[in-house]
């Protein structure tokens, strides 16, 4: 089996996702509750208790809120930057010693047969990273809960096999909307979320006629929509000369296991 991953969930109300391969099962973040969290495993037909392990983004509610709960449940180990740790380890409930484990930011790590690389981002929390996961020449980056894509993140991520990318709001949809001025300027900030322009205009910049598939993740339920932000993203790439079907992602609902391996779908 080569790397297989779903989107459990992608959202401000929550996220989670999940990737594998033949020997190592791994779950990044747990930001629903324990029950939402088992649910979403068995839409994916998964068993959550052969889970190896739990690498967190970083402490905000909707990245942790069923952390600690789906951690003592199934005796699971987290790892999480220092920074990150301090910032959570309170609200986590009590874990055992050999549960806590550090990841640190721009380290590289070997799950089993997974090396998973971890890099920063710039959001409004302790010490945020995200990751790319490589196995056997396949290459998955997961990217989002970011204010800016910077040149150090373009060359940590381009040239993989698939995204899971940001495209958070529609920025005049942001600046008509309901929300007070200063989460509106902390959303547009470089500290805060990337607009659906932003997000195509990254894109081009990283991937590659190697890059199958890209999901369009952490879209604003208040200032953005699914069709929109894969009108204004495919727009975007296809003045570029790129022709790549993108994909939802869901606050509630899972996407299927996607087999990197499988036939491209690239145009």
């Known amino acids: 089996m080569s790397l297989r991953f779903s989107v459990l969930a992608s959202g401000s109300t929550g996220n ?71 910032a959570m380890d309170a609200s986590l409930g009590k874990l055992t010693i050999d549960q806590k484990f550090q990841f640190e930011m721009g380290s590289v790590r070997s799950f089993g047969d997974i090396e998973v690389e971890s890099f920063g981002v710039s959001h409004d929390a302790a010490e945020p990273m995200f990751y790319t996961f490589r196995n056997d020449g396949q290459k998955v980056a997961l990217v989002t809960d970011l204010g800016y894509v910077s040149e150090h993140i373009k060359k940590t991520v381009e040239d993989a096999d698939a995204y899971i990318f940001e495209a958070n709001h529609d920025v005049e949809m942001l600046r008509m909307g309901r929300y007070p001025w200063n989460v509106k300027r902390r959303i547009l900030g470089d500290s ?15 991937i590659t006629d190697r890059t199958k598939r890209i999901y369009l993740a952490h879209l604003s339920q208040d200032n953005n929509m699914k069709d929109l932000a894969r009108m204004s993203v495919n727009q975007i790439l296809t003045e570029r000369g790129i022709d790549l079907e993108l994909h939802d992602t869901d606050p509630a609902v899972p996407t299927s296991l996607y087999n990197v391996g499988s036939v491209s779908e690239r145009v």
């Open 192 to 206: 805060g979320h990337i607009s659906n322009e932003d997000s195509g205009l990254a894109l081009t910049d990283i």
């Open 16 to 86: 989670a996702f999940y990737i594998e391969t033949a020997q190592q099962r791994l779950l990044v973040d747990a930001g629903l509750s324990g029950k939402k969290m088992d649910g979403l495993f068995k839409e994916i037909d998964v068993d959550p208790s052969r889970l190896d392990g739990i690498l967190v983004t970083h402490e905000h509610s909707d990245h942790i809120k069923g952390l600690g709960i789906f951690a003592r449940k199934y005796q699971l180990p987290i790892y999480a930057n220092e920074k990150t740790w301090q």
